[in-house]
C-alpha cells in the first residue's frame, strides 16, 4: 500500500498539533518538541508539522511506500519522465531512518517518496543534500522532514 505524505511548517506546533487533532479526529501517532506525525488510515496520509522551515505552508509532498519494491516501481517511474532525481538511498531525516529519493514537479515542489524502515531518536544522524525546497536539504534552509 501507498500513503500520500504532507509535511508542513508551522509556527506554533502546539496550537497546530490541537488543531489537526480536532481535524483528523486523532492524536499524533508520534510528537517531539520540533516535530508531530499522524499516520491516518482513512484515507491513508502521513502528515507530518515541524517547526524546522523558514515560514509557514507546504514543505513537501510525497509518497509513502510499504516496501522497497513500490518504492522502486516510483523511482522508475520518475526516470521514465526524465525528472531530475535525486536518491538519497538510505539515510536519516524526521525521527526516521528510511529509503529515499527526490523529485521536484515545474513548480518547483520537491516530493519525496520513501519507504521507512525504522524509528529512531534523533530528528536526522547527517544531513544530506536534497532539492532546494525539501526537508533534510543540506541548503541554507533548516532540516525539516
Not at 488510515?41 to 509518497?63: M, Q
Amino acid at each position: 500500500m501507498k500513503r500520500f505524505h504532507v509535511h508542513l511548517h508551522v509556527d506554533d506546533l502546539n496550537r497546530s498539533i490541537g488543531f489537526y487533532s480536532q481535524l483528523f479526529a486523532a492524536q499524533p501517532a508520534r510528537v517531539e518538541t520540533d516535530y508531530a506525525k499522524w499516520m491516518l488510515e482513512d484515507p491513508p496520509v502521513n502528515f507530518a508539522i515541524s517547526t524546522r522551515g523558514s515560514k509557514p505552508g507546504i514543505d513537501h509532498l510525497g509518497i509513502q511506500t510499504d516496501d522497497a519494491q513500490e518504492l522502486a516501481v516510483l523511482k522508475t517511474r520518475a526516470e521514465a519522465a526524465d525528472m531530475t532525481l535525486l536518491d538519497e538511498g538510505a539515510t536519516t531525516c524526521c525521527y526516521a531512518r528510511s529509503e529515499k529519493h527526490w523529485v521536484t514537479d515545474p513548480q518547483g515542489v520537491a516530493w519525496e517518496h520513501f519507504h521507512t524502515l525504522g524509528n529512531i531518536p534523533v530528528f536526522n544522524e547527517a544531513q544530506h543534500p536534497a532539492p532546494a525546497s525539501a526537508c533534510c536539504s543540506g541548503s541554507s534552509r533548516t532540516p525539516c522532514c
